[in-house]
Each structure stands twice: as structure tokens, then as C-alpha cells.
């Protein structure tokens, strides 16, 4: 089973997190990607996250008829501060190869993560770039990483320009996201009043 987990806030999921995901296990012949809300995200400001659990559901709806995709909890349940290092080492026996997929402005930071050392040595990175600059970019970070033992592989798929800031600025301005997230997500976030 080669298995990569694709963590966030996913707050909310959109359809720009799917196409990735399915791009990514395509493109590296991934049998699952799973997809991890965070409960509280590292390095990031977390003052306008939904609840933990309607993230969920919304990944959930989101991955639904997609073989590939699933969504795991471990995050949620496990609370406190969502280490990517904790959740490797949690599901490292559930797969013959671990992946951990990041976009280009994570990668960048992944020194900086807690215990970045066991993300590199039990995980193969799966980095998407946003750009061809980006792609040159990476490959330089990768050259700094190397010496820990990371591995690293930079998919020729860019992320798409859609952002989970962008649908809740539309979902509080009373603009149609029907174009940004999966139809399940919208009727969602409507009949939970999300993001208003």
C-alpha cells in the first residue's frame, strides 16, 4: 500500500484540494491519499477555523465516490497542537510506503516543523509547486534537506489558485461558491450557517 497523507485545515475543503489529490496519486501511483484536518495548525493563525468536526464532514462529502481519497480523524481525536511528526509515526505500519504531501510554501518551512527529522525519515515528501519558478525553487530547498535524509519528490502538476480564504470571503459576502467546492460542501456550509 503506498499511502500519502495530505493534512490541513481544510477549512473549508476545496475543489482545488481534490484535483491535487487525485493528480498527486496518479501521478506517484498512490493507492490512498487521506486527508487530515488538523485540530490546531502549527505556524499558522487559527482565529477563524470551523469547528473541527464540520471540517470533517465537508472532507468527507468532498471525497465521497473517489476511491482513492479518504479522510482520517486522528487529529481531531488525538487535540492539542496537530504535529505532523505524531500523526507519521501513528500510521507509518498501515503502509508499505508513506508519503506526506505539502505544497510549495511548506516545504520551504518544513525545517522548522516539530521534529522535522522524523518526518524525513519515515515519509517521502510530495511537494506541488504553484509555478515553473516555484519548481527551481524547490529543487534548491531539496539540495539544503538532502543532508538530513529527506526525499523528496516535486510533482510536474501545479496547485490550482483557489483558496480556503477565498470561499469563506465569498461565503460572508453572499457571492455563489458553487464553483469552488463540491456541491455537498456548499449545501453544507449553507445549512450549517458556515462562515458568515
Given at each position: 500500500?503506498?499511502?500519502?497523507?495530505?493534512?490541513?485545515?481544510?477549512?473549508?475543503?476545496?475543489?482545488?484540494?481534490?484535483?491535487?489529490?487525485?493528480?498527486?496519486?496518479?501521478?506517484?501511483?498512490?493507492?490512498?491519499?487521506?486527508?487530515?484536518?488538523?485540530y490546531v495548525t502549527?505556524?499558522?493563525?487559527?482565529?477563524?477555523?470551523?469547528?473541527?468536526?464540520?471540517?470533517?464532514?465537508?472532507?468527507?462529502?468532498?471525497?465521497?465516490?473517489?476511491?482513492?481519497?479518504?479522510?482520517?480523524?486522528?487529529?481531531?481525536?488525538?487535540?492539542?497542537?496537530?504535529?505532523?511528526?505524531?500523526?507519521?509515526?501513528?500510521?507509518?505500519?498501515?503502509?508499505?510506503?508513506?508519503?506526506?504531501?505539502?505544497?510549495?510554501?511548506?516545504?520551504?518551512?518544513?525545517?522548522?516543523?516539530?521534529?522535522?527529522?522524523?518526518?524525513?525519515?519515515?515519509?517521502?515528501?510530495?511537494?506541488?509547486?504553484?509555478n515553473e519558478l516555484?519548481?527551481?525553487?524547490?529543487?534548491?530547498?531539496?539540495?539544503?534537506?538532502?543532508?538530513?535524509?529527506?526525499?523528496?519528490?516535486i510533482s510536474r502538476?501545479?496547485?490550482?489558485?483557489?483558496?480556503?480564504?477565498?470561499?469563506?470571503?465569498?461565503?460572508?459576502?453572499?457571492?455563489?461558491?458553487?464553483?469552488?467546492?463540491?456541491?455537498?460542501?456548499?449545501?453544507?456550509?449553507?445549512?450549517?450557517?458556515?462562515?458568515?
Amino acid at each position: 500500500m503506498r499511502r500519502a497523507i495530505f493534512g490541513g485545515s481544510f477549512n473549508p475543503v476545496h475543489n482545488d484540494h481534490i484535483k491535487l489529490a487525485l493528480q498527486l496519486a496518479d501521478e506517484f501511483g498512490l493507492d490512498k491519499v487521506t486527508m487530515i484536518p488538523t485540530y490546531v495548525t502549527p505556524l499558522k493563525d487559527n482565529s477563524a477555523i470551523a469547528d473541527g468536526m464540520h471540517r470533517f464532514r465537508m472532507c468527507q462529502l468532498a471525497v465521497e465516490g473517489r476511491p482513492q481519497l479518504e479522510v482520517s480523524d486522528i487529529e481531531l481525536r488525538r487535540g492539542g497542537m496537530s504535529y505532523t511528526s505524531d500523526t507519521i509515526l501513528a500510521l507509518k505500519n498501515d503502509a508499505d510506503e508513506l508519503f506526506l504531501i505539502v505544497g510549495a510554501d511548506m516545504y520551504v518551512t518544513l525545517d522548522q516543523w516539530h521534529e522535522f527529522r522524523t518526518i524525513f525519515e519515515n515519509a517521502t515528501i510530495l511537494v506541488a509547486p504553484r509555478n515553473e519558478l516555484d519548481y527551481n525553487s524547490l529543487e534548491e530547498k531539496y539540495n539544503e534537506y538532502k543532508p538530513y535524509g529527506c526525499r523528496t519528490l516535486i510533482s510536474r502538476n501545479y496547485v490550482g489558485p483557489l483558496s480556503s480564504t477565498a470561499v469563506r470571503s465569498a461565503v460572508k459576502a453572499g457571492q455563489p461558491i458553487s464553483e469552488m467546492v463540491d456541491c455537498r460542501v456548499e449545501e453544507y456550509i449553507k445549512s450549517h450557517e458556515l462562515y458568515r
